[in-house]
């Protein structure tokens, strides 16, 4: 059904209706697009626009359309160019003429960005949970891994001695960042257009107010011109998401690393690996590939909506009908990637003693000689310098500086006196390193216990959120 055609002498060329047509993809918003609708007729109520009785019919036909929808009773046809001329076919089928009515004040610009935003509250509320879910299980491998002594890399070169359960938990930190880039998201954009109309305003609904709190967004626009044109939502949504994409992405990198022969790091479970159709011998980390593979569709979807964006004239323009298929793309398959990553986390095993075996090699504790000196006064250019010698010797000598005897490092300088010796171990690096954001065993203890108090004050707000919008829904 189309929603124009009054001042057309003929209907669209085929290639149009093709081209124009976009309920394959804006279905997803027709449970929206009812509460929307249901919360519209209640405003033309108020203004006196539809008497009590065809508002009342109008709500309820709007119901049980709705009920329709979600059961599949009710669905789009080859005739219907949108969700919202499909939504309006199905109400003019139950009451006539009275089907039309609903939608006096207001245009399918103000309404497309209402079902949007609450398409994207759902659905970015369902990604929040399954970050929190993964950001859980996470600090919950860190934790069992808080006595695992790991090298730790910079370049891909061993660097420090650190806990393994500092190296896992540092993804719980980037995961967290991305709760709350989400949660902002919602602050800014609970932004009701109802009331905005084609680009003008509406002369038939007085009060959008009531309309938006029915709505549960968190205020009105003040510019219906911006609030129909704006897309900004849409672009800082797909940015979080592309972000959470490039952490998984990052996430995905080091478990095929550490799943190699030559690191054997991590045991994957078989239930979170997948084989090869030719070589029977083979077990591959698939889904670590696929969450750094996926990275590329985010971004890209980033970009289409940004370059969509990019000088476009305002209010609306059919461009903006490109807002959608990018971010339905991005939600679904994180909604897809999300739980199988959180799933190879849980199940996989940390070969801690393959880990541990090699915490000291490649001159990792050359850094605790710099320190020793510095700590006994000498500024740490020097000190640098000095362990650095030490390091050429032990290299001439064919082992790691800290198997250097004490008559060798006070051949390297007379500082290095058999006190150092102590401190040359992972166990002793990595218990020094207690800055508050540091790997040792009692500022990892820290860290953690507040990523858990966090993780458990965001799901709690997730969880309130989720409540309060299914409440909405169903009202
Ligand atoms: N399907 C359209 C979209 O997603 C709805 C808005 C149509 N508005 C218009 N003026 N043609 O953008």
Redesign the pocket.
């Known amino acids: 059904m189309a929603l124009w055609g009054g001042r057309f002498a003929t209907g669209p060329d085929e290639s149009v209706a093709k081209l124009s047509r ?1 309920v394959h993809f ?1 279905w997803r918003l027709a449970p929206y697009d009812v509460r929307v609708n249901i919360a519209h007729v209640a405003g033309l109520k108020r203004a006196g626009i539809l008497n009590e009785s065809d508002a009342a019919s109008i709500t309820h036909a709007l119901k049980e359309l709705g009920e329709e929808i979600t059961t599949g009773v009710f669905t789009y046809n080859d005739t219907d ?4 001329s499909a939504i309006e076919r199905g109400l003019s089928a139950k009451l006539g003429p009275l089907g039309g009515a609903f939608r006096a004040g207001r ?3 103000d ?2 960005v209402a079902d ?1 935003k609450l398409y994207l509250i759902d659905h970015l509320l369902q990604i929040s949970q399954e970050v929190a879910e993964l950001i859980v299980v996470i600090n919950t491998k860190a934790k069992s891994e808080i006595e695992t002594l790991a090298p730790g890399f910079t370049h891909l070169q061993h660097a420090q001695p650190i806990l393994f359960g500092h190296e896992l938990a540092k993804h719980s930190h980037a995961l967290l960042r991305d709760l709350d880039r989400l949660k902002d998201w919602q602050t800014r954009n609970s932004i009701s257009p109802i009331g905005a109309g ?1 680009l003008a305003g509406s002369a038939l609904v007085p009060n959008p107010e009531i309309t938006a709190a029915e709505l549960a967004f968190g205020g009105v626009a003040r510019n219906s011109i911006d609030v129909v044109s704006d897309r900004d939502f849409v672009a800082e949504a797909l940015f979080d998401l592309a972000m959470i994409g490039v952490h998984l992405s990052r996430i995905g990198e080091e478990f095929t690393i550490w799943n190699t022969q030559e690191f054997s790091w991590v045991t994957l479970d078989d239930a979170f690996s997948t084989g090869s159709s030719i070589m029977p011998q083979k077990k591959n980390p698939d889904i670590a590939e696929l969450a750094r593979g996926k990275a590329g569709r985010f971004i890209g979807n980033l970009t289409a909506m940004m370059t969509t964006l990019k000088g476009l004239a305002f209010a ?1 323009n ?1 461009d ?2 490109e ?2 298929e990018p971010i339905f793309d991005s939600i679904e398959q994180l909604l897809v990637l999300l739980p199988a990553v959180r799933g190879m986390i849980a199940t996989a095993t940390f070969n801690r003693d393959r880990i541990g075996s090699q915490v000291s090699t490649g001159h990792a504790l050359a850094t605790e000689i710099a320190d020793f000196l510095v700590l006994g006064g000498t500024p740490f250019a020097a000190a640098h310098e000095i362990s650095g010698k030490a390091v050429a010797l032990a290299q001439t000598l064919g082992v790691d500086v800290h198997e250097l005897s004490d008559e060798q490092l006070l051949q390297v300088h007379p500082g290095l006196t058999s006190d150092l010796r102590a401190k040359l171990s992972a166990r002793a690096a990595v218990e020094s390193r207690v800055s508050i954001s540091g790997t040792s065993t009692k500022s990892v203890s820290a860290q953690l216990a507040g990523l858990e108090e966090k993780i458990r004050t965001y799901s709690s707000f997730i969880e309130g959120e989720q409540k309060r919008f299914s409440g909405m829904m169903s009202a």
Do not use: I, P
């Open positions: 976009s804006d160019e949108d969700v919202h245009s399918r610009n309404l497309v949007f084609a609306y059919r903006l009908q807002d959608k």
